[in-house]
């Protein structure tokens, strides 16, 4: 099992524009979500969803935007990139709450 | 909602003693705390977890403690090596059923 893909690994983006961060997983897990690390502040909550076609907004939420078509995949938007955006950002899903998360490699952010 | 603190935010301990990480949360109810393990480039990994109804659980050398009366919890290493070396992340479920994390600390263990 290849767990949580995440991609791409880097990416160097310039304000305004868009780009979407991709995550799939194949564990058939039903819950997804995505964070976003800065140093120092650990793991924030930017979006979730606990099955196919329900999304719901974590800690984190403005300037991004999600959409859960299969169980597998979990995309992240970023619509008007600004530097406040530059972070790692990383996907994780788990079958059920009270369950241990599993994380993908992460997606590492720069805006320009 | 939940808040989880971890306090220190690094620690340093020679090769071979042990290494204690603590955190408290806030939410009575929370039932689950898992904890992560995160090295250099490389997402949180799980590495032991602990639900509500158990006060203690152990895999070879990692160990993790609940205290619900006073809400904390603790990762306890022993014989810590090298490869320890790593930020580690507690965290807790809360009454609305999500992860909430600490901000981490990073364990260095010195040769």
């Known amino acids: 099992n290849a767990g949580v893909t995440q991609t791409p690994k880097f990416r160097i983006l310039k304000i305004g524009q868009s780009m979407t961060l991709q995550c799939t997983q194949d564990m058939n897990h039903n819950y997804m979500y995505w964070y976003r690390q800065d140093p120092g502040m650990g793991l924030k909550l930017i979006y979730y969803?606990?099955?196919?076609?329900?999304?719901d907004k974590g800690e984190v939420p403005n300037g991004y935007n999600v959409s859960r078509s299969t169980t597998e995949d979990f995309p992240l938007r970023l619509e008007l990139a600004a530097p406040s955006q530059t972070s790692v950002y990383f996907c994780a899903s788990t079958i059920n709450t009270g369950y241990g998360y599993t994380f993908g490699s992460g997606t590492r952010l720069t805006i320009v | 909602g939940e808040n989880v603190e971890q306090h220190p935010s690094t620690l340093s301990v020679q090769e071979g003693d042990s290494a204690v990480i603590k955190c408290t949360y806030s939410?009575?109810?929370?039932?689950?705390f898992p904890w992560y393990k995160q090295e250099l480039g490389k997402g949180p990994q799980l590495i032991i977890d602990i639900r509500s109804n158990v006060g203690e659980k152990k895999d070879q050398r990692i160990a993790v403690t609940l205290n619900k009366t006073a809400k904390h919890f603790s990762l306890h290493i022993t014989e810590t090596q090298p490869e320890d070396s790593a930020v580690y992340f507690c965290?807790?479920?809360?009454?609305?059923?999500?992860?909430?994390f600490g901000k981490g600390i990073t364990l260095s263990v010195r040769p």
């Open positions: 939410d009575s109810a929370s039932n689950y």
């Open positions: 965290a807790a479920t809360g009454a609305n059923s999500k992860l909430t």
């Open positions: 969803s606990v099955g196919a076609g329900i999304t």
